[in-house]
């Protein structure tokens, strides 16, 4: 009885640390009874059910926190859309360059978008190959810092790969725009004299930056 006793309160620490039945050794489980053999199998049981059913609880949980954080981002973002304050929404327009992969060669067609600050967007890059007058399209991901000093053009999901990227620093021209040209080179994609456009929504451009002037490209 004490011997089974003393196994039914180490049980949980010899699960853990041993991978014979029990965590025990041969010798400890051949010296059991079949009836202390028995109990402990039910314990085991039952020890390895509460593992089941709280990791089961940590991962709902976990599940309903991370649920309630991206419900919660997406609201400020849909709140900055609907009502933009200075500097938390611009907009992005890509002004064309080039885009290859490995041989082959596309035209960047322009296209515009708003950025949220803090937001993370996947677009679409729309191709021209200008040999075969055919179209087609390229996911790369667009971010505008939280801190709204930087947009960032990322070839890859910035979740897996931050490396591949452009970015537009803010340099005290977003309130009536700011024009930049870049280009970006990995191992299998190029872009190349890439032009793009940055403007704050709803900044109020003063009289003295209202002035024409020509494009500078950084």
């Given amino acids: 009885m004490k011997t089974w006793l003393l196994l039914l309160v180490i049980l949980p620490l010899l699960v853990a640390c041993a991978s014979n039945p029990l965590g025990m050794s041969d010798e400890q489980w051949k010296s059991l009874t079949p009836s202390e053999r028995k109990a402990l199998l039910l314990e085991q049981q039952k020890y390895n059910e509460q593992q089941r059913l709280q990791r089961m609880k940590a991962d709902a949980e976990a599940r309903q926190q991370q649920h309630e954080a991206e419900m919660a981002e997406r609201q400020r973002i849909n709140s900055i859309y609907q009502n933009p304050m200075h500097g938390d ?4 327009n890509l002004f064309g360059g080039e885009y290859q992969y490995g ?3 596309k035209r960047i067609l322009e296209d515009g978008y708003q950025l949220a600050r803090g937001e993370i967007k996947a677009i679409k890059l ?3 190959d200008p040999k ?8 790369v991901y667009l971010q505008y810092t939280y801190i709204g000093n ?3 053009l990322y070839l890859d999901n910035p979740k897996y ?3 591949a990227r452009i970015a537009l620093l803010k340099n005290g021209q977003w309130r009536c725009g700011a024009h930049y040209k870049k280009d970006l080179k990995t191992s299998s994609k190029k ?6 456009f940055v ?6 451009c003063g009289h003295s930056q209202l002035i024409e002037r020509k494009k500078i490209y950084r």
Avoid: P
């Avoid at 075969?132 to 390229?138: A, G, L, N, V």
């Avoid at 403007?199 to 109020?204: I, T």
């Fill in 161 to 163: 790969n931050v490396n």
């Fill in 89 to 92: 929404l611009v907009i992005v």
């Fill in 150 to 152: 930087a947009v960032y």
């Fill in 103 to 105: 041989k082959h060669k």
């Fill in 191 to 196: 872009l190349q004299n890439i032009k793009l």
């Fill in 199 to 204: 403007k704050e929504v709803g900044s109020n």
């Fill in 126 to 128: 729309r191709l021209k």
């Fill in 132 to 139: 075969k007058d055919h179209y087609s399209s390229e996911t």
